[in-house]
Nanobody
Framework: ADQLVESGGGSAQEGGSLRLSCAISEDAYDRRCMGWFRQAPGKERERVAF????????YYVDSVKDRFTISQDDAKNTVTLQMNSLKPEDTAMYYC??????????????????????WGQGTQVTVSS
């Protein structure tokens, strides 16, 4: 199975910023959905932000729109999540994920029906007030 390598995360004050990055092997990068889920203690896992690497199309859950930005670096087979204006409710374990399926046209990366097959090890994000 392809491995996702995550980096970044850590702690920040409310209103601060953090950045997450996720790298995948070259043959598993193109024309797929890649992005992040998060899970806070006692809560269900939540889809956060994704990019369709075939067209640089981005998707965000409403709670992070206008605060988080996901981007892709095709030369490095990497996606990055820039998290600004952080809130305590952003505190969670963040997991990078990618689909194994290749999409010829722009897919619904944020859909609950989208299956993510590759997962990173997770990185903790903690925001204090």
């Amino acid at each position: 199975a392809d491995q996702l390598v995550e980096s970044g995360g850590g702690s920040a004050q409310e209103g601060g910023s953090l950045r997450l990055s996720c790298a995948i092997s070259e043959d598993a990068y193109d024309r797929r959905c890649m992005g992040w889920f998060r899970q806070a203690p006692g809560k269900e896992r939540e889809r956060v932000a994704f990019v369709y690497t075939g067209a640089d199309a981005t998707y965000y859950v409403d709670s992070v729109k206008d605060r988080f930005t996901i981007s892709q670096d095709d030369a490095k087979n990497t996606v990055t999540l820039q998290m600004n204006s952080l809130k305590p409710e952003d505190t969670a374990m963040y997991y990078c994920a990618a689909t194994s399926q290749i999409w010829a046209v722009r897919p619904r990366c944020l859909s609950d029906q989208m299956n993510y097959d590759y997962w990173g090890q997770g990185t903790q994000v903690t925001v204090s007030s």
